[in-house]
């Protein structure tokens, strides 16, 4: 490790250690979120990013108050489940991306604090599935798997700029797919999946012609959507590509074909990582904008 990366790791390390206003640090569960709230009751509401039809779980380190639990705009909720010191929800369709509904939850025991506040923000496609929130203190435990994360996304961070750099200093065009290995002998792979495709309700845009490409590294669809009579025009802010298991392909980039005449199809092009060789699908891909229109596209298939 380099000395610029040792000194990131210890300011990171650092930082996590001072427990203060709701604290967020390692979970004990790789890849979920640990929030730990402050022994003194500090007024810190901690934001939970959750999306219509995607479960979100909430685990606490103390028993609940199962009726003391207030949930904003609860009727809004498909799914409620409060266990003794568990909490999972799930958004229903009639939620709007950029909302926001404030959760309290109180535990039985009356230490301090005696409550939490959340605040729930919907997401046009992606849900924090677990959070775990403490009351306690931090054991070595947790600081060894802290370290153990912050070393991994230092990896995979340095991992993802050594592929900007390759990608940046390699040739245009054809030359620089062969150079970056995206391509091989083998070539691009495609199909015309339009038939197949499931455009969910509640869309914003039609899809008039889908194809799915792909190659070594990379998987792209080529998406033409037509915007509704009356509607504004559509500029895509991010992308999901969901397996039928709930995980996600990594999306490596999103490219939308400059404005064209009202009505008129406008292409966008979604790049990710290849899922594993022989894996074909289904997948669901969402496309959303800086506002409140999505669009779902189900049974995506990969040559």
Same mark, same amino acid.
């Given at each position: 490790?380099?000395?610029?990366?040792?000194?990131?790791?210890?300011?990171?390390?650092?930082?996590?250690?001072?427990?203060?206003?709701?604290?967020?640090?390692?979970?004990?569960?790789?890849? !979920?979120?640990?929030?730990?709230?402050?022994?003194?009751g500090s007024p810190s509401i @901690? /934001?939970?990013?959750?999306? #219509? %039809? +995607?479960?979100?779980?909430?685990?606490?380190?103390?028993?609940?108050?199962?009726?003391?639990?207030?949930?904003?705009?609860?009727?809004?909720?498909?799914?409620?489940?409060?266990?003794?010191?568990?909490?999972?929800?799930?958004?229903?369709?009639?939620?709007?991306?950029?909302?926001?509904?404030?959760?309290?939850?109180?535990?039985?025991?009356?230490?301090?604090?005696?409550?939490?506040?959340?605040?729930l923000w919907v997401h046009p496609?992606?849900?924090?599935?677990?959070?775990?929130?403490?009351?306690?203190?931090?054991?070595?435990?947790?600081?060894?798997?802290?370290?153990?994360?912050?070393? !991994?996304?230092?990896?995979?961070?340095?991992?993802?700029?050594?592929?900007?750099? @390759? /990608?940046?200093?390699?040739? #245009? %065009? +054809?030359?620089?797919?062969?150079?970056?290995?995206?391509?091989?002998?083998?070539?691009?792979?495609?199909?015309?999946?339009?038939?197949?495709?499931?455009?969910?309700?509640?869309?914003?845009?039609?899809?008039?012609?889908?194809?799915?490409?792909?190659?070594?590294?990379?998987?792209?669809?080529?998406?033409?959507?037509?915007?509704?009579?009356?509607?504004?025009?559509?500029?895509?802010?991010?992308?999901?590509?969901?397996?039928?298991?709930?995980?996600?392909?990594?999306?490596?980039?999103?490219?939308?074909?400059?404005?064209?005449?009202?009505?008129?199809?406008?292409?966008?092009?979604?790049? !990710?990582?290849?899922?594993?060789?022989?894996?074909?699908?289904?997948?669901?891909l969402k496309l959303w904008e800086?506002?409140?229109?999505?669009?779902?596209?189900?049974?995506?298939?990969?040559?």
């Open positions: 490790m380099t000395s610029s990366s040792t000194v990131v790791l210890l300011a990171l390390l650092s930082a996590s250690a001072a427990a203060f206003a709701q604290s967020e640090s390692s979970a004990s569960v790789p890849g !979920a979120r640990r929030i730990e709230l402050p022994p003194d @901690a /934001e939970i990013a959750v999306s #219509a %039809g +995607l479960s979100t779980g909430l685990y606490f380190d103390s028993d609940l108050v199962r009726e003391g639990i207030e949930l904003e705009g609860r009727e809004r909720f498909s799914l409620v489940d409060i266990g003794q010191a568990t909490l999972r929800l799930i958004p229903s369709s009639r939620v709007t991306p950029g909302e926001h509904f404030r959760l309290v939850v109180r535990f039985r025991d009356g230490a301090a604090p005696v409550s939490a506040s959340f605040l496609a992606k849900a924090e599935p677990l959070v775990e929130v403490y009351r306690g203190k931090r054991t070595l435990e947790t600081y060894q798997q802290e370290t153990r994360e912050v070393r !991994a996304e230092l990896e995979r961070c340095r991992d993802e700029t050594s592929r900007l750099m @390759a /990608e940046n200093e390699a040739p #245009a %065009g +054809l030359a620089g797919l062969l150079f970056t290995g995206t391509l091989d002998e083998n070539g691009v792979a495609g199909r015309i999946v339009t038939k197949d495709i499931l455009l969910l309700a509640g869309s914003a845009l039609k899809a008039i012609s889908v194809t799915t490409y792909r190659a070594t590294k990379a998987v792209a669809v080529v998406v033409k959507l037509t915007t509704k009579a009356g509607e504004q025009s559509w500029i895509s802010k991010g992308a999901t590509l969901r397996g039928r298991s709930g995980a996600e392909v990594k999306v490596l980039r999103i490219w939308q074909q400059p404005s064209s005449p009202m009505g008129e199809a406008r292409s966008i092009v979604v790049e !990710a990582e290849a899922p594993e060789a022989g894996v074909q699908g289904p997948f669901s800086d506002g409140p229109r999505t669009v779902t596209l189900g049974n995506v298939t990969f040559p």
